[in-house]
């Protein structure tokens, strides 16, 4: 079945420090691919998406692109701030099953 | 996106008892998706909702223990029955954002739930 796999965590960087979190899936069809995440007590909010190969999905300075061969959709970000610390969860959907497949999860902190 | 209000917030219960979980979005949407997380882990589906027929539940998931109830197209409740320590999670409701999977999904704020 399908699956997502994150890089282990947790992921502790000073500010303006340059962020990776790496993001390989297994699926059987073309699925799209997400990053959510969650900020201490709050529930889970979309960061940004890619739908097709080669997109990149952007939102608050992170970015994410979409690498078919691969197999993967790499989190970045160029300069991390402290209100950067959450969760980060990767995830994929295909069509026809509807529902999210989640990664693990990194837990990230950001020191000043 | 669909604005969704899900509670209670959290709640501590005693073991044995059950508690129903409430999720009501501000549009009509199709399925409705209940998930949990453990501690320190990731999501899990336990099911999805569809108004007007049964919820399907994951592998690992019994309708005995996680009844829903899905009486109109916005409007789900979740109940976790027979509580053990071993439901203490967060257990979020999630629907589908206008325009289809690649859109991606709304989640509720989750209601932490603690088990003694």
């Known amino acids: 079945g399908d699956s997502v796999t994150q890089m282990e965590g947790p992921v502790t960087l000073s500010e303006e420090a340059f962020l990776t979190i790496n993001c390989t899936y297994t699926?059987?069809?073309?699925?799209?691919l997400f990053w959510y995440v969650q900020y201490p007590g709050e529930g889970l909010q979309l960061l940004l998406k890619?739908?097709?190969?080669?997109d990149k999905g952007s939102n608050k300075g992170f970015e994410a692109t979409y690498r078919k061969e691969t197999t993967s959709f790499h989190l970045e970000k160029g300069s991390v701030q402290v209100s950067d610390s959450a969760v980060y969860f990767c995830a994929l959907s295909e069509a026809y099953a509807q529902k999210l497949v989640f990664g693990q999860g990194t837990r990230l902190t950001i020191n000043p | 996106s669909a604005v969704i209000s899900q509670k209670p917030s959290r709640d501590i219960c005693q073991r044995g008892t059950s508690l129903t979980i409430q999720c009501q979005v501000d549009s009509q949407v199709t399925m409705m998706f209940w998930y949990r997380q453990q501690p320190g882990q990731s999501l899990t589906l336990i099911a999805t909702?569809?108004?007007?027929?049964?919820?399907?539940?994951e592998s690992g998931f019994v309708i005995d223990k996680f009844p829903i109830s899905r009486p109109n197209l916005t409007f789900s409740t979740l109940t976790v029955s027979n509580m053990s320590p071993e439901d203490s999670s967060i257990y979020l409701c999630?629907?589908?954002?206008?325009?289809?999977?690649?859109?991606?999904?709304?989640f509720g704020s989750g209601t932490r739930l603690t088990v003694v």
């Open positions: 999630s629907v589908e954002n206008d325009g289809g999977t690649g859109y991606g999904y709304t």
């Open positions: 890619a739908t097709k190969a080669d």
């Open positions: 909702a569809n108004q007007g027929s049964e919820a399907t539940y």
């Open positions: 699926a059987t069809g073309y699925p799209s």
